[in-house]
């Protein structure tokens, strides 16, 4: 079966308040005690694969995991143990699952790439959880209906389900990572109903969306590691073919940025304040954002109320990173050449607004809700259902390689117009070059041509994002001069780099813009 579930991370100043919406008279409070298992070198971890025995209450079931049809639906079976027979294993200390309940089931898929027998031999206990689970039904009575024929509208179920508790490292007891999420997963009824609940409750309890999964924290925890690495953009995973409409062209293309932006995401309102996490959530924002304009009229689902609270939380991490990225890459290249240290550890802590403020606002996490419910919504439901996307494109990126071409030349006044101006172009050229591939299959030539264009688009658009980010740093270190002398020779050094980074970019987008179009 396929499992529908937002879980979300809690803000201990509106915990007890949630605890007293979980902790209703039809509650129930259960102990989960878990067995997590994978090979010493976790292959199935790798593979987005999560294998458990648990203790639920009075009953010992086996779960197995793995990646579904959508950013909240994942693939789960659950298997009934024989409870003597577990505690029998207990006793002797070789509990361990049985692979081969799989092999005629629809995770089966997700185990192809394994041979069960070989696995069943490399498996081994990682670490174990011990949760207390709150959990209560939420009810959405439904209606008789004659549009239903004689039967009825079924009712809109929810499990809200609230565990506290820790994981805990299967050879060392000592290392613990505490555990306080709230899970809403649809029982049955309309996907609707599981992201309107989940808003009002976001809303009122400041909740974090987390795509961080117990066996992923496990894993972390096994590694001695707090927060898995930053997620890039991954176009392998934009399914689409020739036949793909307008409306489902754009839900897939928001599905793909979301893949990148909700893991850094999740790492960020979880602790993290490292770089890379900040830079690659930015990227997928900023390819959000290139998505929802570039291709608003694919769909008339988009709200026009996405793009400015996007635009918002990219802009507010801009000097965060600015200010990481001259500590911890620019001055260490400085100091190699000579230079005397400048410090900007006061600059960090001086911030306002850090990125876990930003991210954790709560007008951007129910943005984040609708965008995931934007890719799960039917898009035959759509006018535009039979139109498709392959015959829009052309029109689509002509417009916006005319807006390129407009900009004649890098200024100062226009710089940072014409980075936008090549970065949506790229963006909206990689999504649609996967489907102009798929047309153009068997014409070698014409692929080829896709293919250079794409190469030298990219380029263009990271030597201009160069020279704009260089021309930040130059002014940064500039203005710290004036309080700070040892800032001199990074604001000199920064100035002779402006003159390869303008040659540079200016050879890259002169290419580009005599290069012929692929579309």
Wanted: proline letters at 3%.
């Amino acid at each position: 079966m396929q499992e529908i579930e937002l879980k979300f991370l809690v803000p201990e100043s509106r915990l007890k308040g949630l605890i007293r919406q979980t902790q209703v008279k039809s509650s129930q409070v259960t102990q989960l005690a878990a067995h997590y298992y994978d090979t010493s070198d976790q292959q199935l971890a790798k593979a987005g694969i999560g294998l458990r025995i648990r203790k639920e209450g009075d009953k010992w079931v086996q779960t197995i995991k793995a990646g579904g049809d959508g950013i909240a639906a994942r693939l789960e079976h659950n298997a009934l143990l024989d409870d003597e027979q577990v505690q029998a294993m207990l006793g002797t200390n070789t509990l361990m699952p049985d692979l081969t309940i799989y092999e005629d089931t629809p995770v089966a898929s997700a185990l192809s790439d394994f041979k069960l027998k070989k696995l069943a031999k490399k498996l081994t206990q990682l670490y174990v959880t011990d949760v207390e689970r709150t959990t209560r039904l939420l009810v959405e009575k439904a209606y008789n209906s004659s549009d239903y024929g004689s039967g009825s509208v079924p009712d809109n179920k929810i499990e809200v389900a609230y565990d506290r508790g820790e994981i805990i490292h299967g050879n060392d007891d000592s290392k613990r990572d505490m555990i306080q999420e709230i899970e809403f997963e649809l029982v049955a009824g309309d996907v609707d109903f599981l992201f309107t609940t989940a808003k009002k409750w976001c809303k009122r309890y400041k909740l974090c969306l987390s795509t961080v999964t117990k066996a992923e924290r496990g894993g972390l925890l096994i590694k001695d590691q707090r927060y898995s690495k930053a997620v890039d953009a991954d176009l392998k995973a934009f399914n689409i073919n020739q036949q793909t409409s307008m409306p489902a062209f754009v839900r897939a293309a928001v599905h793909n940025c979301l893949l990148q932006i909700l893991p850094n995401s999740s790492a960020i309102v979880a602790g993290s304040t490292g770089y890379k996490h900040v830079l690659q959530f930015q990227i997928g924002i900023k390819r959000l954002l290139s998505t929802i304009t570039a291709f608003a009229g694919f769909s008339d689902e988009i709200s026009p109320d996405w793009q400015p609270i996007l635009k918002q939380t990219v802009d507010l991490l801009d000097d965060y990173r600015e200010l990481m990225y001259l500590a911890n890459h620019i001055e260490p290249k400085l100091q190699k050449l000579g230079s005397p240290a400048t410090d900007w550890t006061a600059d960090i802590e001086a911030l306002k607004i850090m990125p876990m403020d930003a991210l954790k606002a709560n007008d951007f996490q129910l943005t984040l809700l609708e965008l995931i419910a934007f890719t799960m919504s039917d898009p035959n439901l759509e006018p535009q259902k039979d139109k498709l996307a392959v015959d829009k494109l052309p029109e689509i990126l002509s417009r916006q390689y005319d807006h390129l071409i407009d900009i004649a030349k890098i200024e100062e006044d226009t710089l940072s117009q014409l980075c936008v101006q090549l970065e949506t172009l790229r963006y909206v050229s990689e999504f649609s070059a996967l489907l102009f591939d798929k047309k153009l299959l068997g014409k070698k030539l014409s692929k080829k041509k896709t293919k250079r264009w794409l190469k030298d688009l990219v380029k263009a658009q990271k030597a201009l994002s160069k020279y704009q980010t260089d021309t930040q740093y130059q002014q940064r270190y500039q203005l710290k001069s004036a309080s700070e002398s040892n800032a001199l020779y990074g604001s000199g050094w920064l100035m002779a780099t402006l003159e390869n980074d303008h040659r540079r970019a200016k050879k890259r987008l002169a290419k580009v813009r005599s290069s012929a179009i692929f579309w």
